[in-house]
């Protein structure tokens, strides 16, 4: 079976740009969460989305968005670029979501993301 | 503030040579305790899951426990492809926390 697949691997932008991020999650998995991972530091959390809605938000600007669709995929979006949004962003997948789920994230190997 | 906290930064061992890796944490309402293992250039692999203190998991050379205020990954017996960076993370409600990882090195 498929893991966590994302796309693009491998990104460069310029600041004041747009960046569009896409993950699919594992099948059978209804939740989506994404990491922000900064070289030689933990990831960050971004985001949880579980059946389409929003039910995790870390410590992010509102620069940052995100969405889930009705087949599970995901999208994070970032506005108005600066140098420091330079990172690997991760996305993840679990079987469920939410306050009162404690169920182990499956990740992706990223999208390094290069901000000029 | 919550926080996760892991020691040591860096571990250098030789083959076969036993240790533990730490894994403290200050959360409200801790909803488990996860170890990942990550390869350059590759997203985190899932290890373990720990949800209430007492908890041991166990996977070839690496054992996880949790107490209330920390975890550890003992390495028994290392070998050469366990060199890699290994995270805790820790959820609490609905919001999860990675420590900085230890880089693990295994000397043949």
């Known amino acids: 079976d498929a893991g966590v697949t994302q796309s693009p691997t491998h990104l460069i932008k310029t600041r004041g740009q747009h960046v569009t991020l896409r993950c699919s999650p594992i099948?059978?998995?209804?939740?989506v969460s994404w990491y922000q991972q900064v070289l030689g530091q933990g990831p960050q959390f971004i985001f949880q989305?579980?059946?389409?809605?929003?039910?995790g938000r870390g410590n992010f600007p509102d620069r940052f968005s995100a969405r889930q669709f009705p087949n599970y995929s995901s999208e994070l979006n970032v506005n108005a670029l600066l140098l420091g949004d330079s990172a690997l962003y991760l996305c993840?997948?679990?079987?469920?979501?939410?306050?009162?789920?404690?169920?182990?994230?499956?990740f992706g190997d990223g999208t390094r993301l290069s901000i000029l | 503030e919550d926080q996760v906290t892991q020691s040591p930064e860096a571990l250098r061992l030789q083959e076969g040579e036993s240790s533990s890796l730490n894994c403290s944490y200050t959360v409200s309402g801790l909803r488990g305790l996860f170890w990942y293992r990550q390869d350059p250039g590759k997203g985190p692999e899932f290890l373990f899951t720990l949800y209430s203190a007492g908890e041991e998991k166990e996977k070839e050379r690496l054992k996880a426990t949790l107490t209330k205020k920390e975890s550890f990954l003992h390495i028994t017996a290392p070998k050469p492809e366990d060199s890699a960076t290994y995270l805790c993370a820790v959820q609490a409600g609905n919001q999860f926390y990675f420590g900085t990882g230890t880089s693990l090195t295994v000397i043949p």
């Open positions: 099948s059978g998995h209804k939740s």
């Open positions: 993840a997948s679990s079987l469920r979501g939410g306050t009162g789920v404690n169920q182990p994230q499956h």
């Open positions: 989305y579980y059946e389409k809605e929003e039910r």
